[in-house]
């Protein structure tokens, strides 16, 4: 199909718009007409999801939300813990504008569509001799999905992922294309990088990678108090340091990855990874639910079942990547890196109160600890300041919902106390006044959002709600309403 101007398009009568989108346009019928989170936490029924296959009918489908006056959500694959990918309005979901475009060896680059998972660009890079820089714990998720998101993985002088985008090809609200960069349409650019999807659709991505390598993680645990007063050390011991806290059991495990040119190395623990490590220990947390002495014992077997030390080799991105288990709620925020000891401290206090209180919290494991290098996007997280970032899981053994919320109030008051920063994927109670403190250029995000998009079609619940600081009930897509 041709596509013809957008000022034409806004001339096609309606009902003809629709036919155009229909092919790619979900029955209300069909199971993916709804649509769930990946933790299965928010869910919603948006008035239409359209899977479009080329960029004429994202063009096309901005269109009718113009005329209509609806909202249009992007969404990747959905793994934000919050509702940030949610919408009553209309939903273009980008599973099939997932190709690479073009790979550049020499000068280090691939531009790819903004819908291509991870997992895929992975392996095509890897057919070209290349990998990307940083990856977090997993590559389910789409290339835009982590850009929009400001996604990390960790390593102290290492930057949030956006950081390794060089350029954007958006499609504006208004059905424009623009090419933006550090150097072109920088505002936009800068806005885009970690824009929660709400500067534009993001058609194309291009990214800054590495020629391919390896990873060793060496592997140890640690008590507690050892690995918090040397917490500066162990931060810069390796390119990518992360740590993973049991508080039950008052113990750190400690993974150092470096690249290497070393040979692949398996860690392959069997009883660790399917029979303990999955089945025993979601069965443990399921009893947990009833009898929360039973959460006590789980921690202390997932910590002396993470005990041992350990060497692995392997490429890098799969050794960034972890097995994140059992469908969970979580939240996770950044906190300047100088108050890393002080804020793991205040943690650990609050989750000994409430462990052992007969009716407090009880906490799962583990709690997740990585650093990033500081970077100058608007949205980032490390916006100006080398960053740590502590995150707090609560599984859902079997997907049965599990108490969390008393203690992720306590978790978010202490991380907000050490002037934390909230993952923008995952749930946070933050709005408007709040983000304005902790962001200098929260203004100049609001400036570009009111000149590319005027009118609101990208402004999603999540959008209005902490953004733009409308009432929009936290609870709109919720499935428990507690
Ligand atoms: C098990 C698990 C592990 C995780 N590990 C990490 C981690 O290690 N580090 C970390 O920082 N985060 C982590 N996350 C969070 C995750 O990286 C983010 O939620 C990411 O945004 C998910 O990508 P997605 O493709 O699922 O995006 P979605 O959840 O579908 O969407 C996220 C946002 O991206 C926008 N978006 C998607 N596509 C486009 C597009 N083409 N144009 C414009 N906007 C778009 C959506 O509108 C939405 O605002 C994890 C999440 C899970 C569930």
């Known amino acids: 199909m041709i596509s013809v101007l957008n000022s ?5 009568p309606l009902h003809h718009l629709y036919d155009v989108v229909k092919p790619v346009t979900l029955s209300s019928t069909s199971p993916d ?24 009918q994202c ?61 895929d660009l992975h392996a095509r890079l890897a057919e070209h001799g290349l990998a990307m820089i940083n990856v977090g714990s997993i590559s389910d998720q789409t290339l835009a999905g982590i850009v929009t998101t400001a996604t990390h993985g960790t390593g102290i002088h290492y930057g949030v992922m956006s950081t390794h985008v060089l350029s954007l090809t958006l499609l504006l609200a208004d059905g424009s294309r623009v090419h933006c960069s550090r150097h072109e ?22 990214l800054e990678v590495e020629p391919a390598f390896r990873l060793r993680d060496e592997g140890c645990s640690r008590p507690f108090e050892d690995v918090v007063s040397n917490i ?36 392959g623990n069997w009883l660790w990874d399917s029979l303990m490590g999955h089945h025993i220990l979601q069965f443990m947390l399921f009893i947990g639910r009833y009898f929360g002495a039973v959460n006590f014992w789980a921690t202390h077997l997932a910590a002396w079942l993470a005990s041992a030390d350990s060497v692995a080799v392997d ?17 996770e925020w950044a906190i300047p890196y100088s108050n890393t000891e002080a804020c793991l401290r205040d943690l650990r206090q609050f989750f000994r109160e409430e462990n052992e209180s007969p009716d407090g919290a009880r906490t799962h494991f583990p709690i997740e600890i990585r650093f990033s290098a500081p970077d100058d996007i ?60 902790l962001y200098p250029d929260f203004d100049k995000f609001i400036t570009v959002l009111d000149q590319v998009d005027p009118s609101g079609v990208f402004r999603s619940e999540y959008i209005q709600r902490h953004i733009l600081g409308k009432q929009v009930d936290s609870r709109t897509f919720k499935t428990r309403r507690t």
């Not at 034409?8 to 096609?12: A, F, G, K, V």
């Not at 992360?242 to 190395?265: C, G």
């Not at 097995?323 to 709620?329: G, P």
């Not at 919320?405 to 978010?412: C, I, N, P, V």
């Open 185 to 206: 349409m920088p505002d936009l650019f800068m806005a885009s990088i970690c824009g929660l999807g709400s500067t534009g659709l993001i058609l194309n991505i291009e």
């Open 8 to 12: 034409q398009l806004d001339n096609i």
């Open 59 to 119: 063009e096309v489908i901005l269109a009718i939300a113009r005329r209509e006056g609806k909202v249009v959500r992007a969404v990747g694959v959905g793994h934000s813990p919050s509702d940030l990918a949610c919408t009553n309005g209309f939903m273009l979901r980008t599973r099939h504008l997932n190709k690479v475009l073009s790979v550049d060896y020499e000068k280090r680059r691939v531009i790819a569509q903004g819908g291509i998972t991870l997992n």
């Open 315 to 331: 490429d890098g991105y799969k050794v960034f990547n972890l097995d994140c288990r059992y469908l969970q709620y979580t939240t």
């Open 33 to 56: 007409a709804k649509f769930s989170n990946w933790a299965k936490t928010f869910v919603c029924k948006p008035l239409a999801v359209f899977e479009p296959t080329d960029e004429y």
């Open 378 to 437: 608007w949205l980032s997280p490390s916006n100006g300041q080398q960053t740590c970032w502590i995150g707090i899981i609560q599984y859902k053994p079997y997907g049965f919902n599990v108490p969390y919320r008393r203690l992720f109030d306590g978790f978010e008051k202490i991380l907000a106390r050490h002037q934390g920063r909230p993952h923008w994927a995952k749930t946070h109670p933050l709005v408007p006044e709040d983000l304005r403190k």
């Open 232 to 267: 500066e050390a162990i931060a810069h011991s390796a390119e990518h340091a992360r740590l993973y806290w049991f508080p039950v059991a008052d113990t750190v495990r400690i993974s150092l990855l470096n690249r290497t040119h070393e040979e692949k190395k398996s860690n």
